[in-house]
């Protein structure tokens, strides 16, 4: 958890950069789904607007097979928001859910503009560094420090140690690792260019 409070420190100093308005309320699921895609819709020009279908339950057969978590669909160019991770997400609050909306979209992205890397745990690390640069530059979202927090908390939870296998998506420090480099592209005017994955 050590790590986890460094990496959220340098997260909320990015928040103060962001928002100097008090926490808000919660918003509800269907306000915050709207705001993240209009907002990130409006950074990428609204070209390439992948199709969004949330509240889907768990189980239920999306356009790439059975959905148990969240997910973008590359057959059908289909977001897809379960319930299971709305719950989830709003135990730490909005601000976790529009982290997983904008993580989604991200997917639709990289495959829309072909710059998705061929490694699992790499393209979920982009993703997630996507998501927080949308976060950071959508226009119609203020961010304050216990949003960043929220999002942190989250990246944090859902990272995984299983190395080897298909789907793992980064350990819980990467993850928060990867959100905050999207958050800071945003606030140093980096943008989505801070994402690249570098060859070596």
Same mark, same amino acid.
């Given at each position: ?8 420190? $340098? ?12 926490? #808000? ?23 390439? $607007?992948?199709?969004?279908? /949330?509240?889907?339950?768990? +189980?239920?057969?999306? +356009? &790439? ?7 973008? &669909?590359?057959?059908?160019? $289909? ?13 730490? @609050? ?31 690390? #982009? ?8 976060? +950071? ?15 942190? $908390? ?8 299983? /190395? +080897? ?6 350990t819980p420090e ?14 140093? @005017? @980096? ?8 060859r070596v």
């Amino acid at each position: 958890m050590k790590a986890l409070k460094a990496l959220t420190t $340098t997260f909320i100093g990015i928040g103060s950069v962001l928002a100097s308005l008090p926490a #808000q309320a919660e918003l509800a699921p269907q306000a915050v789904i709207n705001a993240v895609y209009t907002g990130i819709q409006h950074i990428h020009g609204y070209q390439a $607007t992948p199709r969004l279908i /949330w509240g889907v339950a768990h +189980g239920s057969r999306g +356009g &790439c097979g059975p959905l148990y978590s969240s997910q973008y &669909c590359k057959r059908n160019h $289909t977001v897809y928001i379960t319930t299971r991770d709305i719950r989830m997400a709003y135990q730490y @609050g909005d601000a976790a859910l529009a982290y997983i909306v904008g993580h989604e979209y991200a997917h639709a992205m990289q495959t829309a503009y072909g710059f998705q890397p061929n490694v699992t745990p790499i393209s979920e690390l #982009q993703a997630d560094c996507l998501a927080g640069v949308y976060l +950071g530059l959508i226009p119609n979202i203020a961010l304050d420090k216990r949003d960043i927090l929220e999002i942190a $908390t989250l990246a944090h939870r859902i990272g995984d140690y299983q /190395w +080897g296998n298909k789907h793992h998506h980064g350990t819980p420090e990467q993850r928060v690792r990867a959100v905050v480099q999207g958050m800071q592209g945003a606030v140093k @005017g @980096g943008g989505v260019r801070v994402c690249r994955v570098r060859r070596v």
